[in-house]
């Protein structure tokens, strides 16, 4: 299986700043990448697909980018609203796998 | 509007068996591959099982496999996982979820119901 490592685990930021969420894959996925945001109680809710496409109607402060192993999620100026936990996940192989989480809390 | 609604969770005893049901509407059911993923309590999430359109090929994690059976039913348009052999580390959120492109048993998933919660418990 392949295992994906997102980092950081927690992260504490303030509005309006910049936000970076990294994912690693154990091996080459080419672009087989999708970033979901999790809010406590929700069902997951896709991001972005294909490791840089933003899916229909997520704002564009959302973006993703990288290919083969390394993966970026960014949140260019952070909103209130996107406290939430945002998870990586690889679809190059079944079975699909996702990342441990990475908690975006306001400071 | 398109929507999964799933049934079928509660609470059973180890060793025991539950059927969940996710209702689809809004899309052309039988077009798409279709998936469970869980999630236990506090945890990530853990995609469970695949079912191609036709129902034909069906796939599982390694944690669930010889014990949970995925179906479909296309003309109901409803999702199934029949679940036997219940064990404490299948208590979770369950949800089905659609992928964004027919045919692909992964890929990225696009729509997610709301979830049935699975407990097992003695």
């Known amino acids: 299986d392949i295992q994906m490592t997102q980092s950081p685990s927690s992260l504490s930021a303030s509005v309006g700043d910049r936000v970076t969420i990294t994912c690693q894959a154990s091996?080459?996925?080419?672009?087989?990448l999708n970033w979901y945001q999790q809010k406590p109680g929700k069902a997951p809710k896709l991001l972005i697909y294909d490791a840089s496409n933003l899916e229909t109607g997520v704002p564009s402060r959302f973006s993703g980018s990288g290919s083969g192993t390394d993966f970026t999620f960014t949140i260019s100026s952070l909103q209130p609203e996107d406290i939430a936990t945002y998870y990586c996940?690889?679809?190059?192989?079944?079975?699909?796998?996702f990342g441990q989480g990475t908690k975006l809390e306001i400071k | 509007e398109v929507q999964l609604l799933e049934s079928g969770g509660g609470l059973v005893q180890p060793g025991g068996s539950l059927r969940l049901s996710c209702a689809a509407s809004?899309?052309?059911?039988?077009?798409?591959?279709m998936s469970w993923v869980r999630q236990a309590p506090g945890k990530g999430l853990e995609w469970v099982s695949a079912?191609?359109?036709?129902?034909?090929?069906?796939y599982y994690a390694d944690s669930v496999k010889g014990r949970f059976t995925i179906s479909r039913d296309n003309s109901k348009n409803t999702l199934y996982l029949q679940m036997n052999s219940l064990r404490a580390e299948d208590t979770a959120v369950y949800y089905c979820?659609?992928?964004?492109?027919?045919?692909?048993?992964?890929?990225?998933?696009?729509?997610w119901g709301q979830g049935t919660m699975v407990t097992v418990s003695s």
């Open positions: 996940q690889q679809y190059d192989n079944l079975p699909v796998t």
């Open positions: 079912i191609s359109g036709s129902g034909g090929s069906t």
């Open positions: 809004g899309f052309t059911f039988s077009s798409y591959a």
């Open positions: 979820a659609k992928p964004l492109w027919f045919g692909d048993p992964g890929g990225a998933f696009d729509i």
């Open positions: 091996q080459d996925i080419s672009n087989y």
